[in-house]
């Protein structure tokens, strides 16, 4: 079975930093092209960004509103997930999730989920 | 970029058909056949329904179907059930390696 946990988050300052963890588990972590999604309470899905594969050249691809103060890596050696948070705005208030795709579909679309975890910005 | 275009709400009664739109522009859902829909219950992690515009992952009921028109994909569910309520997103590969959400559609079952 497929798990995504999510940690990291808090309370953060405007201006402030934090990073965000996804551990992942029931899956080949290495292959996978994973993507962050964060969801501001209330509100709808956002897409912030995605990191490939190493196989495919681990690359990364950010929204605009995050592109230049996020940053996403991963550690295949430990089957982790993270998202670096700088700069933080009160609009990057949210529920933040780690989520991958079905195998072999492209980083198109968001199969597996976590339970997401909550970053608040405020003074 | 802005988000795509989903009616802030439907409604339909038990065993009606239901159709929800997620409009776009050629730079995203009209140049790709990479729409996904998602399913999400308050307090729930989102749930993929469809992806590449019709496939349905294994263990989604198949009143759940897609499609697309030009620039708008649809997302169709019948035989509603009380279980369908919920809030509904679709999302579009886009320009520049990034995907994009819609709005979100909330779907009351009367």
Same mark, same amino acid.
């Given at each position: 079975?497929?798990?995504?946990?999510?940690?990291?988050?808090?309370?953060?300052?405007?201006?402030?930093?934090?990073?965000?963890?996804?551990?992942?588990?029931?899956?080949?972590?290495?292959?996978?092209?994973?993507?962050?999604?964060?969801?501001?309470?209330?509100?709808?899905?956002?897409?912030?960004?995605?990191?490939?594969?190493?196989?495919? %050249? !681990? *690359?990364?691809?950010?929204?605009?509103?995050?592109?230049?103060?996020? $940053?996403? =890596?991963?550690?295949?050696?430990?089957?982790?997930?993270?998202?670096?948070?700088?700069?933080?705005?009160?609009?990057?208030?949210?529920?933040?999730?780690?989520?991958?795709?079905?195998?072999?579909? %492209? !980083? *198109?679309?968001?199969?597996?989920?976590?339970?997401?975890?909550?970053? $608040?910005? =405020?003074? | 970029?802005?988000?795509?275009?989903?009616?802030?709400?439907?409604?339909?009664?038990?065993?009606?058909s239901?159709?929800?739109?997620?409009?776009?522009?050629?730079?995203?859902?009209?140049?790709?056949?990479?729409?996904?829909?998602?399913?999400?219950?308050?307090?729930?992690?989102?749930?993929?329904?469809?992806?590449?515009?019709?496939?349905?992952?294994?263990?989604?009921?198949?009143r759940?179907s897609?499609?697309?028109?030009?620039?708008?994909?649809?997302?169709t569910i019948s035989g509603l059930?009380?279980?369908?309520?919920?809030?509904?997103?679709?999302?579009?590969?886009?320009?520049?390696?990034?995907?994009?959400?819609?709005?979100?559609?909330?779907?009351?079952?009367?």
């Open positions: 079975e497929v798990q995504l946990v999510e940690s990291g988050g808090g309370l953060v300052k405007p201006g402030g930093s934090v990073r965000l963890s996804c551990a992942a588990s029931g899956i080949t972590f290495s292959d996978l092209w994973m993507n962050w999604v964060r969801q501001a309470p209330g509100k709808g899905l956002e897409w912030v960004g995605r990191i490939k594969s190493e196989t495919d %050249g !681990g *690359t990364t691809d950010y929204a605009a509103p995050v592109k230049g103060r996020f $940053t996403i =890596s991963r550690d295949d050696s430990k089957n982790t997930l993270y998202l670096q948070l700088n700069s933080l705005k009160t609009e990057d208030t949210a529920l933040y999730y780690c989520s991958t795709d079905i195998p072999m579909t %492209g !980083g *198109t679309n968001f199969a597996y989920w976590g339970q997401g975890t909550l970053v $608040t910005v =405020s003074s | 970029q802005s988000a795509l275009t989903q009616p802030a709400s439907v409604s339909g009664s038990p065993g009606q239901i159709t929800i739109s997620c409009t776009g522009t050629s730079s995203d859902v009209g140049n790709y056949n990479l729409v996904s829909w998602y399913q999400q219950h308050p307090g729930k992690a989102p749930k993929l329904m469809i992806y590449e515009v019709i496939k349905r992952p294994s263990g989604v009921s198949s759940f897609g499609s697309k028109s030009g620039t708008t994909a649809s997302l059930q009380a279980d369908d309520e919920a809030d509904y997103f679709c999302c579009s590969y886009a320009a520049y390696n990034t995907l994009i959400f819609g709005g979100g559609t909330k779907l009351t079952v009367l």
